[in-house]
């Protein structure tokens, strides 16, 4: 990204307090987003969302793992982002690798709750084949194509998207065999069950610049930002995850502040993401 | 496996001298200075190039011409089984190289010196002929940051299945253990400037399988031609000429 002279800085800055953002936003406007469901055959489940010139993939693997030790009854999800050199010169090498793994941790966070399993956005007892010996590992991957600010949204968007769309094989376990072996299983190759991914939260970012938080920044604004909040909340209205990034302190008034316009917001969202979301499969379903 | 079946169809209903389905769009990544995506078939590759730009490295600065760099990675999904470590193997190592050394030749490099392009080729979905797939993205993006070239680079592959020479293999004819032969041409001037094979093939039908992935190239380059003049025509309506 170019540095920005003072003169920008300032325009970006007055733009933002007098609730008139660069592009004509109102700070609490989100950019137009366009879902496509279906972008990767190969994998279970997939989409791709753009906001404005942030463009990112999510696609969904499943392959047949084993449960841990302290959960028999449930299956696996792991998330990976991976920011590709395309969006931006530094990410060559293993220059995108700090950020990869924070929106990698954020997303974790986000979507699949706490340690013990409680608030996790999918039914992970609904991937287990055999209790204790089989279930289905998730492979959740991230591609960050083009960045133009936002991407923990866009991800969350992406992410929500292609669960939705994802089919997992049906699988029939051989009944019969003894404790210590392998089971027998039988996967079908052309009936799927689709994931239920009515729980799975979004995430609204609030970015803090001066005084005033805005909402769906640019890389432009988001250069400019003292702090901002992340928060994950589901179709209920509940918040099931909570990062604070940047530097600058925040007032705790502030914080909670920012919490219930976010959870404000993200009624909005969560409607627009699933009306575009439907728009999307119809849209793949018929072509 | 049949690859081709007595009645000369492929496994995906191909005839042996049929390419793929090849579709591109140029200018997908808006902050690139020049981008396309790149279908030839299922295989679907993103290439984005930054540059001319500032050289990041002064001690790999050239005075007489530019640093050309290249990078190819191939996304977490693009394979049928999830890849681990999506870019510093060995084999994106080399194909970075590749590209670099195919797209090095044709840029006049000469005309801006002391400057970097960078090249990043982005794999999305892989099912055979991923390097000449980049290749011929690498060239859209770019002519699409209008850098100076001497000529389009087009690359395609072929192989020789079941005594007949085969055009734009795919991953499940690619793993078949016959050759596969990858070249890439410069369009005009009809010069190769990229030539890999493995395995072993007799002389007089390694000549025959290399004019069929010219032919292919040559194809492509019909088509790459087709999809610039379209785009500097929607430029100019936009410019109101």
Redesign the interface.
Known sequence: MMGLSLGEKNYIKGGIADDLRCDGRRRLDYRSIAIDTGVIPQANGSARVRMGSTDVIASVKAELGKPSSYRHDCGKVSIFVDCSPTAAPMFEGRGGDELSTELSVALERCLLGGKSGSGAGIDLSSLKIVEGKMCWDLYIDGLVISSDGNLLDALGIAIKAALSNTGIPKVEAMPGTSAEEEPEIDISDDEFTRLDSSKVPIIVTLTKVGRHYVVDATIEEESQMSSAVSMSVNRQGDVCGLTKRGGAGLDPSIIIDMVSVAKHLSQQLIATVDSEIYAAEARESSA | MEYVSPEGLRLDGRRPLEMRQINAEIG?????DG?AVFEMG?TKV???V?GPREV?NRSQQLSDQALVRC?Y?M??????D?LRR???DRRSSEISLVIRQTMEACILTHLMPRSQI?I???V??ADGGTRSACINAATLALADAGIPMRDLITSCSAGYLVNTPLLDLNYVEDSAGGPDLTVGILAKMDKVTLLQMDAKLPMHIFEKVMQVAMEGCRAVAQYIREVLLENTKELEYRRGL
Do not use: M
């Open positions: 997908v990544v808006v902050k690139a981008s299922n993103i290439a984005a930054y990041q990078e990675s996304a977490n999904f693009s394979t049928g999830r999506p870019k510093g960078d990043y080729v982005q999305l979905q």
